[in-house]
Nanobody, 122 residues
Framework: QVQLVESGGALVQPGDSLKLSCVASGRTFSHYAMGWFRRAPGQEREFLAVISWVGGYTVYLDSVRDRFIISRDNDKNTVFLDMARLKTEDTARYYC???????????????WGQGTQVTVSS
């Protein structure tokens, strides 16, 4: 059974940085692309970034490309999302997900974590 557990969410101020982590178990982690998504209150879930099996390819949502960095450590079964220069509009619940393909389409992600809350407020 696949389990994805996110951590690192916090209450931060605008302009701060934050690093989210997602630890996976139950599958051979290095065989899967890993993505990050978020859902803000009252909004649809939004794709942020995805990283390929061994980290050689990444795809980002254009609006976060210059502030967010996705990375992975296959030895630790962990995917990260480094977020810089956070804005109030980044407030959301952040989810990691696992897919067999490098994609922004959330329908192609078969496994999801429970999410971690990021709140950006002064």
């Amino acid at each position: 059974q696949v389990q994805l557990v996110e951590s690192g969410g916090a209450l931060v101020q605008p302009g701060d940085s934050l690093k989210l982590s997602c630890v996976a178990s139950g599958r051979t982690f290095s065989h899967y692309a890993m993505g990050w998504f978020r859902r803000a209150p009252g909004q649809e879930r939004e794709f942020l970034a995805v990283i390929s099996w061994v980290g050689g390819y990444t795809v980002y949502l254009d609006s976060v490309r210059d502030r967010f960095i996705i990375s992975r450590d296959n030895d630790k079964n962990t995917v990260f999302l480094d977020m810089a220069r956070l804005k109030t509009e980044d407030t959301a619940r952040y989810y990691c997900a696992m897919s067999t393909t490098l994609t922004a389409n959330e329908r192609l992600y078969g496994h999801w974590g429970q999410g971690t809350q990021v709140t950006v407020s002064s």
